[in-house]
């Protein structure tokens, strides 16, 4: 990430892109999962994820489902413990964010936001199968989706009382 690194916040935000903080992420949104499809959704090996799920294991942050057809392979969820840590974690980031939008005010705040989203829908038509350039309907209906999407994040913004 540019820029990012040299603080300890940037730091952290780059290890939770991979590793095990990144599984605990991908199974917080979608589980179970296999380490099969884990790998996929990282860019990762077979190996990596296996090495990612024993630490995991070890900290007793996720459990493993046996396959009740093939006894063999198993899936993984997110143990409580690795839940309640993970949901401190999301906790923890908020409070921060919410900290940074009250420093930099409702005008800037708002002004940030929607560059943000205007960036993430010109980036979301970019995708490795999409053809280049984008076609207009193409980008007209991220554009539809990312004013849904800043729309919700100032409501988000807005009802936790920040600005």
């Keep these: 990430m ?10 952290d935000l780059q290890n939770s892109t991979r590793g095990e903080k990144a599984v605990m992420h991908i199974l917080f949104a979608k589980e179970p999962q296999t380490p099969s499809e884990l790998a ?4 990762v090996t077979p190996g990596r994820i296996s090495t990612a799920l024993a630490g995991l294991q070890k900290k007793g942050w996720i459990v493993r ?13 997110l143990s ?6 993970l949901t401190e974690q999301y906790s923890r980031m908020a409070e921060r964010i919410c900290w940074i939008f009250t420093q930099m005010g409702k005008r800037r705040t708002d002004q940030f936001l929607s560059l943000v989203n205007e960036f993430l829908a010109y980036f979301s038509v970019l995708g490795p199968d999409q053809s280049f350039p984008p076609s207009s309907g ?5 554009f539809e989706q990312r004013d849904e999407r800043l729309a919700a994040m100032l409501e988000a913004v807005r009802s936790q009382n920040i600005l």
Aim: aromatic share 6%.
């Design 138 to 142: 193409q980008i007209e209906y991220e």
């Design 2 to 11: 540019v820029g990012v690194s040299h603080s300890k916040a940037g730091q």
């Design 80 to 85: 409580e413990s690795g839940r309640v840590w």
């Design 65 to 77: 489902v046996p396959d009740e057809r093939d006894r063999r392979s198993a899936s993984i969820k």
């Design 40 to 43: 996929e959704s990282l860019h």
